[in-house]
């Protein structure tokens, strides 16, 4: 249904889990795809090949999202291979730990927002003026249900870094609009991924899916879904949204 052929798309934390996910399902709809990785770069890896092996263009990038000059090299690597970024997924974002807030370092709290915000900032506005020059992009933002419900245990500053992405999302969208780049948002929620592997019990996990109307957590595959659609030209009206993708268990 969706043909993403002549365009380039970058997929932040495309190591594992639904970034991983995504890369491989922009590959079958014949994008050349961008998979980055940074701590764990034998599993980008993988995903590299995963998409190879699908048949489409690819290629890697190494690097720390937070970390600006960096994100600067990445795009530079990615203009000089491709010449191009037409879709961006801002994906790269984890948890750090689970605290309560006073048991909450200060430097974690850091490192929650930057990962999780600061890191889709960066990247965006490096991006931006290769989007501009081609005069038409699109930009999708990985929040959280977390976003909305608070998140679950120990999870008040990622629910927050969260929330500021939603938020970031609806203005860009608003500042964007005149130069043809859409910016939407995905808001998982109980996603089948090492980040619960990490951070949630098998405990927690069974009483979050037993809260899920459709009674399972939902899995890599059906938010890559959600991804491609959105950057689809059927989804060309649709900018400064953010999709819930939760199984029903937040439908207000």
């Known amino acids: ?51 190879q092996d699908k048949g489409a263009k690819a290629h890697l990038v190494i690097g720390d999202v937070t970390d600006r000059k960096q994100v600067d090299e990445m795009v530079e690597d990615i203009k000089t291979k491709f010449g191009r970024i037409d879709i961006l997924v801002n994906n790269a974002g984890t948890m750090v730990k689970r605290a309560k807030i006073e048991d909450l370092e200060i ?14 900032f960066h990247v965006t506005q490096a991006v931006l003026p290769l989007m501009k020059k ?44 005149g130069d043809r780049i859409r910016v939407n948002g995905i808001a998982p929620g109980i996603i089948t991924t090492p980040f619960h592997d990490r951070y949630s019990t098998v405990e927690m996990r069974t009483a979050m899916a037993n809260q899920v109307p459709l009674g399972r957590e939902g899995t890599p595959e059906e938010i890559a879904g959600t991804a491609v659609y959105l950057a ?9 949204e953010i999709i819930e993708v939760n199984g029903g268990l937040l439908t207000d």
């Open 1 to 51: 249904m969706f043909s993403f052929e002549g365009k380039v798309v970058w997929v932040t934390g495309s190591s594992t889990g639904i970034g991983r996910a995504i890369a491989e399902k922009f590959a079958e709809c014949g994008a050349a795809v961008v998979v980055h990785g940074n701590s764990n770069a034998a599993e980008a890896e993988i995903t590299l090949k995963n998409v």
């Open 107 to 120: 430097e974690a709290l850091e490192k929650i927002i930057n990962i999780n915000f600061t890191s889709v």
């Open 134 to 177: 081609s005069g038409q992009g699109n930009i999708i933002n990985m929040t959280s249900i977390a976003a909305r419900n608070g998140g679950g245990g120990g999870a008040v500053a990622y629910a927050a870094a969260k929330g500021a992405v939603s938020t970031f999302t609806r203005g860009l969208a608003k500042e964007l609009a």
């Open 232 to 240: 689809s030209d059927i989804a060309g009206y649709i900018t400064g």
